[in-house]
C-alpha cells in the first residue's frame, strides 16, 4: 500500500479527531518532511487540513469532492460501502455490480459512478445520468431470507434516501409505491431491485439507486415529472455528504430489518409514503386502477379501494397522480 493510502486510512480509522505529525510518522515509518508532501498533495486533490498547534492535522473532504477516497473519509457505517468500487464513467452500475457478485464481491459492496451512458429504471426505461449531477449507484447485499421476500428491500432503500434527504436538506420527501421518490409531484429519486439466485436461494440482491442532486434544469420533456435537490432548496447539494448518509440509514434499516423482520420497515415507509386515502391510478397488465390509496400489506403489495369499495392488491404497476 502506499504512503497516501496508508495516510487515509489513519484519518479513516480516526475520523474526528486530530492526529499529530509525530503520530503519522511513526504509523507510515516515514519523516515528518515526507509526510507534509503527502498533505499537500491531498490538498490538491481537493480534501480539506486542519491544523492546529499542539494538536495536529485533521482531514475532511470539500463539499464538491466527489472521489472513491472523499466517499470513504468519514463513512461511519460497519459494511455497507465499506467495499467501494468508483467510476468517472461506467455503462451501468447494475451491470458492474452483477459482475462484482459473480466475482466473490462480500456484502455491502457499492458501485458508484459519476456518470452513467446506459443508466437504466423500473421496465428499462432510461435514467438520465449525467457527469457532476447526481448520485448513480448499486449496492450489494446477501440477506438470508426466501425469494418471495426479495421486494421488501425496495422499501428498506427508499426508506433509507428519504432519510438521508431529510437529514442533508430539510426538505419532506415522500416515496411513491414502491420505489420512486417525489418532492410534491416531481420524482428526485428511483429504485430499482434486481436479485441473482439459484434455484430457490438467493445468491444476492443488487439495489440501483439514482437520485437528482444538482442538476439546474431539465429536458422539456421532463420538467415537469422530474426535480433535483438543487432545485428545490436553491443551492448545490454535497453528494458526498449524502451519499454518507445514506449508507448510514441504509445499514441501520436493514440491521432493524435482519432483527425484527418487515413490520418496523412497514410502519416507517408508511409514514414518509404520499399520504394514504390520495386517489392515485395504477396501470397493470390487465388494465387501469383508478382508487384510494389504503396502504400496503404486510408483503408489501399495494392495497387501492375503488370508487365501489373493493380492495385491489396491487402487486405490479405504474402508479400515477390522478389528474382529475
Known sequence: MKNRDRLLALFQAHENDFLSGQKIADHLNCSRTAIWKQMEQLRTEGFLIEAVRNKGYRLR??????????????????????????????????????????????????????????????????????????????????????????????????????????????????????????????????VLTEMQAEADQIEALILGIGINVNQ??????????????????????????????????????????TEKGFEPIKLLWESKAIPFQSTMIASTLKGSIRGKVKGISDEGVLLMEDAQGVIHEIYSADIEFDKE
Open 61 to 190: 473532504a470539500s463539499a464538491e469532492q466527489y472521489t472513491r477516497d472523499a466517499l470513504l473519509l468519514n463513512l461511519a457505517t460497519t459494511f455497507m460501502g465499506k467495499n467501494l468500487y468508483f467510476y468517472e464513467t461506467v455503462g451501468s452500475t447494475q451491470l458492474v455490480a452483477k459482475k462484482a457478485v459473480n466475482d466473490g464481491a462480500p456484502e455491502g459492496t457499492v458501485i458508484v459512478g459519476d456518470q452513467q451512458e446506459t443508466g437504466k429504471g423500473r421496465m428499462n426505461r432510461n435514467w438520465d445520468s449525467q457527469k457532476g449531477q447526481g448520485i448513480w449507484m448499486s449496492l450489494i447485499v446477501k440477506p438470508d431470507i426466501p425469494i418471495a421476500k426479495a421486494p421488501q428491500f425496495t422499501f428498506i432503500a427508499s426508506l433509507a434516501i428519504v432519510e438521508a434527504i431529510e437529514k442533508v436538506t430539510d426538505l419532506t420527501p415522500q416515496i411513491k409505491w414502491p420505489n420512486d421518490i417525489y418532492i410534491g409531484k416531481r420524482k428526485v429519486c428511483g
Open 216 to 257: 439546474a434544469a431539465f429536458p422539456d420533456e421532463i420538467k415537469n415529472k422530474a426535480t433535483s435537490l438543487r432545485q428545490e432548496i436553491g443551492e448545490t447539494v454535497s453528494r458526498t455528504i449524502l451519499f454518507q448518509a445514506a449508507m448510514l440509514y441504509f445499514e441501520k434499516y436493514y440491521q432493524l430489518y
